[in-house]
């Protein structure tokens, strides 16, 4: 997206995706008695995005109030040069994930300003790729140390929790969250290492690649949803106690499986409702800069009548 321009279109098809889920899936949860009616669930359905944007777990209202940073983020990105970038993203990784990761510091992670340092850190290696970056041996077996480094550093904390028999929890906030040093290490080098796959042009992977979010979406919607798929329809809170040889190839089949089913149905909804809706987007848009001139026009004079008001 630093290459690219931010739209109303681009804009608005994340967030009809986002509410068009919201609502089916209540709707059918509510015709199977896992959700209630009432003003207050119907409140939380249209305003939860704000409510709990940046808040840790609520993925795609982080992602709809960061997903309007994007064109001043990238005014910034075209503003500095390669050193000054470096130094941000230096900055970005010692605040969000050293501070974080070796000072324990509660307060400073957040999903959308996390978002933000990931498209800065992203950002930096599509614009400026370290050499070690362009090359695929070497981002393989950085990415196979860092897999090493998470999984050790991991197990420690896992027996420094068993020493205390797991009433010690501080131990655990060193591997919590996706801006600690191990989660960030890895998901770099990934990134690199798939960079550098020669793969080309595939239109079955950008085509399933279109259904990803959706699949977020779908599988882990609410909690009346959550109960509904993964603990009454497919009983995972029994699985930890089969045994290993029936618990991963079983594991396997719930994790495909659902990601398969989940992607078939955003593309029935991508062909028969986002299609149709976008291929006659000029209307909708032309009414979303109509409303957005009448917001401004009603600020600016409210704010005249204050200031006329307080002379």
């Known amino acids: 997206m630093c290459k690219s321009n931010m739209t109303i279109r681009r804009y608005c098809k994340v967030f009809f995706e986002i509410y068009f889920y919201q609502f089916v899936i209540y709707i059918i949860m509510l015709a199977l008695g896992y959700e209630t009616f009432g003003k207050m669930r119907i409140y939380h359905l249209l305003f939860d995005v704000f409510q709990f944007a940046n808040a840790s777990g609520y993925f795609e209202c982080s992602f709809l109030i960061f997903y309007l940073f994007v064109p001043f983020m990238n005014k910034f990105i075209n503003a500095v040069n390669r050193q000054e970038y470096r130094r941000f993203v ?70 420094k929790l068993s020493e205390y028999k797991f009433n010690n929890i501080q131990y655990a906030f060193f591997v919590s969250d996706a801006n600690k040093l191990g989660a960030v290490l890895v998901s770099v080098f990934l990134f690199t290492t798939f960079k550098n796959l020669k793969i080309g042009y595939s239109r079955f992977i950008n085509y399933i690649a279109s259904t990803t979010f959706g699949v977020l979406l779908i599988h882990a919607n609410s909690n009346a949803q959550r109960q509904f798929m993964w603990k009454d329809m497919l009983h995972v809170d029994t699985n930890y106690c089969l045994p290993m ?16 089913c989940c992607s078939l149905v955003d593309m029935i909804r991508i062909q028969l409702i986002e299609k149709p809706v976008f291929n006659h987007f000029e209307s909708i848009e032309y009414g979303i800069r109509t409303l957005w001139q009448f917001i401004k026009m009603s600020i600016k004079k409210v704010y005249g009548c204050i200031l006329v008001v307080f002379r």
């Open 90 to 159: 230096l900055l970005l990784l010692f605040v969000f994930t050293g501070m974080s990761t070796f000072f324990r510091n509660v307060v400073i992670f957040g999903e959308v300003f996390w978002f933000m340092a990931v498209y800065f850190i992203g950002g930096y290696l599509r614009i400026y790729p370290p050499e070690w970056s362009k090359n695929l041996k070497q981002s393989v077996k950085l990415l196979i140390f860092s897999i090493l480094f998470s999984c050790g550093f991991a197990l420690l904390v896992i027996y």
């Open 245 to 260: 040889y029936v618990l991963i190839p079983k594991t396997i089949i719930i994790v495909v499986g659902v990601f398969v």
